[in-house]
């Protein structure tokens, strides 16, 4: 990411969402995002999301199409999956970055990401830690540090919805999954 760019961070109100719009607005971009709520797109515009994109009322393709005068965003941030996924190719300008947290399906259709000549990156932050890749390490340990620096500076945080016991572990997967959460839920071991 460098300044001047425009990101679209697909569920910006999640637990990984709220903080990715706080660090693209760090590194000086234009930020867009999709909730589905009104309570979330507050929340998000707190963070410093320049444009919300309600994405029950409006297909998040055409909004950011329009948003960016039909060029797309320079980079997409995916952690939802799924169509949403599959979707997002035709939100991404050519020659764009489209980076995900989730393993595409098999149903994928890679086709507009190839015509758009896209990018598309899988992240894994727990990849360098399984297979020692030292380099890999010292990369994410620069990326934790420069967060800590916006954490000093109070311009990152995390912000946690909701504490549950870890006995209620299966509740806290159900809300996760029904989107009901704008942040964080943390587990607590008693």
């Known amino acids: 990411m460098t300044a001047g760019q425009t990101v679209l961070i697909l569920a910006g109100a ?16 234009r930020v867009l995002t999709t909730v589905s709520s009104a309570h979330k797109a507050a929340f998000v ?30 980079i997409v941030f995916d952690t939802v999956g799924g169509t ?23 149903e994928t259709d890679w086709k507009t990401a190839r015509l758009r000549n896209l ?17 890999a390490q010292q990369h994410q340990a620069w990326i934790l540090e420069q967060c800590a620096d916006l954490f000093d500076a109070n311009s990152l945080r995390v912000h946690v919805d909701r504490i549950l016991p870890l006995s209620e572990a299966a509740e806290a997967h159900r809300l996760i999954e029904a989107g009901e959460l704008t942040g964080k839920l943390a587990l607590a071991i008693s």
């Not at 949403?84 to 098999?106: H, I, M």
């Not at 990018?119 to 380099?135: A, D, I, K, Y």
Request: glycine share 12%; aromatic share 8%.
């Open 14 to 29: 999640g637990g990984v969402g709220h903080v990715a719009i706080q660090l693209a607005k760090a590194a000086g971009c």
């Open 119 to 135: 990018r598309v990156s899988q992240e894994l932050m727990l990849s360098p830690m399984v297979f020692g890749w030292t380099e």
């Open 45 to 74: 515009r707190q963070l410093g999301a320049d444009e919300v994109i309600p994405y029950r009322a409006t297909h998040f393709v055409q909004a950011v199409l329009e948003l960016t005068q039909g060029q797309g965003a320079d």
């Open 84 to 106: 949403t996924f599959n979707d997002s190719f035709a939100a991404v300008r050519p020659y764009g970055d489209l980076v995900t947290l989730l393993q595409p399906g098999p």
